[in-house]
């Protein structure tokens, strides 16, 4: 089992940064592809950016590549969102996934393949 607890939300105006952080525990993520998934209110739950297990490939959905960076610490088990240049259509709440794999360079965008779902933490953007 693995649990993993997002931080780092909050209130900011638009062109604001913020870090969210996925802390994960129970497991190493070492084995582990992660993604991050955004839900606005009356929305489906949409992605947002998926890392490799081991770190090297990224992918992003259009909407956020160029301002949102994911980065993956397994010294620390945590992975990162880096958001930048934050628009009002970027409030949501933002989840972290795990997916275990035996690729490291498998990059995992559907909800569906996640094995493991954080709380989310909310992130809005005012204008």
């Known amino acids: 089992q693995v649990q993993l607890v997002e931080s780092g939300g909050g209130l900011v105006q638009a062109g604001d940064s913020l870090r969210l952080s996925c802390a994960a525990s129970?497991?190493?993520?070492?084995?582990?592809?992660m993604g991050w998934f955004r839900q606005a209110p009356g929305l489906e739950r949409e992605f947002v950016g998926a890392i490799s297990r081991n770190g090297v490939s990224v992918s992003y959905t259009d909407s956020v590549k160029g301002r949102f960076t994911i980065s993956k610490d397994n010294a620390k088990n945590t992975v990162y969102l880096q958001m930048n240049s934050l628009k009002p259509e970027d409030t949501a709440v933002y989840y972290c996934?795990?997916?275990?794999?035996?690729?490291?360079?498998?990059?995992?965008?559907?909800?569906?393949?996640?094995?493991?779902w954080g709380q989310g933490t909310q992130v809005t953007v005012s204008s």
């Open positions: 129970g497991r190493t993520l070492i084995t582990f592809a």
């Open positions: 996934a795990a997916k275990e794999t035996v690729f490291p360079g498998r990059l995992v965008s559907r909800s569906n393949d996640y094995d493991y």
